[in-house]
């Protein structure tokens, strides 16, 4: 309800959420660079899925429309031939989050050959009807998430309740069964007193990509790990957290509607439910690797070629710098490619090595 409450929920109220005046930063917002090289690696997908006809990009919560502008734009002037049968397709619920994407790509100069449409839940593409690449960029992060502890013993699990005027936390026996089932499957070895998030949601919106994917590649860069890092002992209150104003806020509870509520992503999970949804791992990686692979230094040794000014090149400098650097986002967001409907795994610039999930190579 914090989240997505048609009304006051805080991804569906009409106030600015991303950039300087907003709670937080995307990678768009850091650099056009971000979509430029997403748009590069969407075209090899193209080439290596045969060179369709109809080729569909499916970004599923796109924020103010910032990264669907630079990936069309490149694309148009990079790509004609894949351009010319594109189709570019939003995924989004809010009405506020629409206006300003309507808004934003209303001023490009190209147009996909197969136009731009907006569609507010999978079911409006109908199954089996993907050809082509579904982009997650920071949406499995802002789902809602169960929250289980290990307390006196037992594995709990985290509720809210009212305390006079004020939310608190209740521990309770694992009432979903979903949960329930999560736990006996993975059998959490939990440090006492420690706390973990399980995104139920993501296995959800997993089986939706699945069965509308026909033949095709699903992207995601968020910021999360393996398993052993999302359970380890490290984070031991675990990874729920707020974002206001661009400050970290600890109570959740405290203005609900108001803040940006985020938890790290399993990518063990998130591939383990993308098999059973048809979805083949194929690429995992940080995000400094990944944007190196496809040669984000290039793309400012062509700058200086073409005699950009010297504050448009530093400008773009430090921006690599932050989506690449370990400090910035380079270490922290990671990049993550399924694939569906090909026979052989496909070789893809950004991934060329092969690498292993719970000790199985793929």
Not at 110 to 133: F, L
């Amino acid at each position: 309800m914090a989240l997505y409450h048609p009304v006051h929920g805080y991804y569906m109220s009409d106030r600015v959420k991303t950039g300087k005046k907003g709670d937080f930063y995307t990678s768009p917002h850091v650099s056009r660079l971000f979509g430029m090289i997403l748009a590069d690696q969407i075209n090899q997908m193209w080439i290596v899925s045969g060179k369709p006809n109809q080729w569909m990009i499916l970004e599923g919560g796109a924020g103010n429309g910032r990264l669907a502008g630079d990936i069309i734009d490149h694309c148009g002037a990079v790509h004609p031939h894949m351009f010319k049968v594109l189709e570019y397709v939003i995924l989004d619920k809010s009405p506020f989050m629409i206006s300003l994407q309507k808004e934003i790509l209303s001023d490009l100069s190209r147009r996909p050959g197969k136009g731009i449409r907006w569609i507010k839940s999978p079911e409006d593409i109908g199954d089996q009807s993907v050809v082509g690449c579904v982009i997650s960029n920071e949406l499995f992060d802002s789902f809602p998430v169960h929250r289980i502890k290990k307390s006196a013993g037992a594995i709990r699990e985290i509720f809210i309740s009212i305390d006079g005027e004020s939310l608190c936390e209740a521990l309770d026996s694992v009432a979903s069964e979903g949960l329930e089932k999560y736990i006996l499957d993975n059998n959490p070895n939990l440090a006492e007193g420690q706390t973990i998030e399980v995104n139920l949601a993501m296995k959800q919106h997993l089986e939706g990509i699945g069965r509308i994917m026909k033949k095709g590649f699903h992207l995601t860069v968020d910021y999360g790990g393996l398993v052993s890092d999302i359970f380890s002992d490290v984070g031991k209150e675990g990874t729920l957290r707020c974002f206001y104003r661009h400050k970290l806020c600890n109570n959740p509870y405290e203005k609900p509607g108001h803040y940006d509520m985020t938890a790290n992503v399993n990518f063990t999970d998130f591939y383990r439910w993308g098999e059973d949804a048809g979805l083949k791992p194929l690429g995992y990686s940080r995000q400094k690797d990944f944007f190196f692979n496809l040669g984000i230094l290039d793309y400012l040794e062509d700058m200086q070629k073409i005699g950009c000014s010297d504050e448009a090149l530093l400008k773009n400098t430090l921006a690599v710098k932050k989506l690449i650097m370990p400090e910035g986002m380079g270490n922290v967001f990671k990049v993550a490619v399924q694939y569906k409907g090909i026979k052989e795994r496909p070789i893809l610039r950004g991934f060329p090595e092969k690498f292993r999930i719970w000790g199985k190579q793929n």
